[in-house]
């Protein structure tokens, strides 16, 4: 008896990066890395700069090509999509830097997250008030420039668009960077809370330690390899991730 493929998609992760090969020119990015995110999970991605942490992100989302290797999501191969298609297939990227557009409103630039939804008004409108719910800052900003909101705004505003399309997978890259300490504690209650709404989270932060405390499983990126990788209770503690990403000794 042949097995069921429904089944077999079942029980694989949600996210399978496998042998990921990205290249700039003549120099290799990601060097082959292996990667994988259940569905439900928040799993960590921490290392240096220029470890090929957002590139890897990048290469997830269709932005960065790979040169090799596949990206399989829900069993289908993103690998080759354009980025559009990747979002409609349920797969959102929130950028580092935030890359909000500076000249449209709040309600515009969620509009703008939306538009892998079409022309489903009901739909879209009902993805906003979801985000407003989230961001009740949005909410009073939503006829204001997002070039004049605060640095901890944007962020909010750079989620909230990546959320408009419904990800089942929301890939998030360096949401704490540049805010204040108060604000970075606000940013991460809210992935806790999209995760607790339903939303895969694979996360891309340099704060490592608090993105250990965050996440469920880690991976510690090298200089494009995979160095470590188990749960993240486990790396917390590690003695080499200590001394070389947590500052302890």
Same mark, same amino acid.
């Given at each position: 008896m042949s097995p069921d493929p429904r089944q077999a998609a079942a029980e694989r992760p949600l996210l399978e990066v496998q042998g990921l090969v990205t290249t700039y020119?003549?120099?290799e990015a990601? +060097?082959?890395?292996?990667?994988?995110?259940?569905?439900? &999970?928040?799993?960590?991605?921490?290392?240096?700069n220029g470890a090929g942490k957002s590139t890897t992100l990048r290469a997830i989302s269709g932005i960065a090509p790979a040169?090799?290797? *596949?990206?399989?999501?829900?069993?289908?191969e993103l690998r080759g999509l354009p980025a559009h298609r990747i979002?409609?297939?349920?797969?959102?990227?929130?950028? !580092?830097?935030? *890359?909000?557009?500076? /000249?449209? /409103?709040?309600?515009?630039?969620?509009?703008?997250?939306?538009?892998?939804?079409?022309?489903?008004?009901?739909?879209?409108?009902?993805?906003?008030?979801?985000?407003? *719910?989230?961001? $009740?800052?949005?909410? &009073?900003? *939503?006829?204001?420039?997002? @070039?004049?909101?605060?640095?901890? !705004?944007?962020?909010?505003?750079?989620i909230?668009?990546?959320?408009?399309?419904? $990800?089942?997978?929301?890939?998030?890259? !360096? $949401?704490?960077? @540049?805010?204040? $300490?108060?604000?970075? +504690?606000?940013?991460?209650? /809210?992935?806790? !809370?999209?995760?607790?709404r339903g939303v895969t989270v694979l996360l891309v932060e340099q704060n490592a330690r608090a993105a250990l405390r965050l996440a469920r499983r880690a991976y510690v990126l090298e200089t494009g390899r995979i160095a470590l990788s188990g749960p993240a209770a486990e790396l917390l503690a590690d003695e080499r991730v200590r001394r070389v990403y947590l500052g302890a000794g």
């Open positions: 020119g003549h120099v990601l +060097k082959g890395i292996d990667l994988a995110v259940e569905e439900g &999970e928040i799993v960590a991605l921490i290392g240096a040169s090799a290797g *596949r990206i399989l999501f829900a069993g289908e979002v409609a297939a349920g797969v959102s990227h929130a950028p !580092e830097g935030r *890359r909000i557009f500076g /000249t449209l /409103t709040v309600a515009e630039n969620l509009r703008m997250g939306a538009y892998s939804l079409g022309s489903d008004r009901g739909a879209i409108a009902e993805n906003r008030e979801r985000v407003y *719910r989230l961001f $009740p800052r949005l909410a &009073e900003r *939503r006829d204001q420039l997002g @070039g004049t909101l605060s640095g901890g !705004e944007q962020q909010m505003l750079c909230g668009r990546a959320l408009m399309a419904r $990800p089942r997978l929301l890939l998030l890259d !360096e $949401p704490s960077l @540049g805010l204040a $300490p108060l604000l970075v +504690k606000t940013i991460f209650d /809210t992935i806790r !809370e999209i995760h607790a």
